[in-house]
């Protein structure tokens, strides 16, 4: 049983006439006539009663024709869904970020991505790495935006921007004084850090040997659980912390509240990065996808504020 058989015995059935079938299907009268025979053979049945006045179908050979054009209509729809996945840019695209990455790079990449891909409708989530690692690998996304380092069997990485961290601290602070913080002030430093399972939590702490979270009594231990509660916490004078060159500059305290001083070299950085399942059919997408992370990769803050 083949589609052109099936194709035959719809158009025959509204035709009527062996011969209009066999011009609305570009063939032979003989050939439409041995294929719609080859097929009855197949099936153990009559599908049409033949005169030499007119061709009929078939009590049976109804709900064989009934059937057949709802298989060429499907097959249709698997050419349209093949066709329509020639462009890549076209399909959902479903991205994970960290947490310390997706709230400073969505609100530019976004308008980014509908300007090259307007027709590609864009799914965005955030997430801790673990569990954007585990979606990733489900299929329920098809991109994630993490730091490395980043391993996965068939996952594959891209690096695509360094991004250096800056101290943050109140106006007022000592260490405002200085156009840069040597590293080593931060060693066995007290910093306002993100909660445990924040992977920039783990690069600070490696990058600032000894800090631990700040204590803001006896019995309280201040942890934050976005760099945004950091940020205010800094600025309500609690503490110093770290952040990444993309959420350092992006706040609406007023001028005079924080102040902002890179590190000197070697100045602690992470590396941003892309993954995706080595096996994702739409690279196009990825290609654009990694193009646009890289055009909204941030700008070197001002140094102080």
């Known amino acids: 049983m083949t589609l052109t058989e099936l194709r035959y015995i719809v158009t025959l059935a509204q035709e009527q006439h062996f011969g209009r079938a066999a011009e609305r299907c570009h063939v032979s009268q003989p050939t439409l006539s041995v294929g719609v025979k080859k097929l009855e053979d197949e099936l153990g049945v009559l599908i049409f009663e033949r005169s030499k006045s007119a061709v009929r179908l078939t009590p049976v050979g109804e709900g064989i024709v009934a059937q057949a054009q709802k298989v060429l209509e499907q097959a249709q729809n698997i050419r349209e869904l093949a066709q329509a996945g020639k462009n890549q840019l076209a399909a959902p695209l479903k991205v994970g970020a960290i ?36 979606k990733l690998r489900t299929g329920e996304l098809d991109a994630i935006i993490i730091a490395l380092p980043f391993q996965e069997a068939d996952v594959l990485t891209m690096a695509l921007y360094d991004e250096p961290f800056y101290v943050l601290m109140p106006a007022g602070h000592p260490w405002a004084a200085l156009e840069q913080i040597p590293n080593r002030m931060l060693h066995d430093r007290s910093l306002l850090l993100l909660g445990e399972g924040h992977c920039f939590r783990d690069q600070v702490l490696e990058a600032c040997p000894g800090s631990n979270r700040i204590e803001a009594g006896p019995a309280t231990t201040i942890e934050a659980s976005s760099l945004e509660t950091i940020r205010h916490m800094v600025a309500s004078g609690l503490g110093i912390s770290v952040l990444p060159q993309s959420a350092v500059d992006r706040h609406h305290y007023a001028p005079g509240v924080l102040e902002v001083r890179p590190l000197t070299e070697p100045v602690p950085c992470r590396t941003v990065a892309i993954a995706w ?10 290609e654009v996808l990694a193009d646009s992370i890289r055009l909204c990769s941030v700008n070197p803050p001002a140094a102080g504020h």
């Not at 947490?99 to 997430?127: C, K, S, W």
């Not at 399942?277 to 990825?286: D, E, K, N, Q, Y």
Request: glycine share 2%; net charge positive; charged share 20%.
């Open 99 to 134: 947490y310390t990455v997706g709230p400073y790079l969505f609100p530019r990449l976004i308008p980014q991505l509908h300007r090259v891909a307007p027709d590609m409708p864009l799914y965005i989530e955030e997430n801790f790495t673990h569990i954007l690692r585990e």
């Open 277 to 286: 399942r080595a096996s994702f059919p739409r690279p196009r997408a990825i």
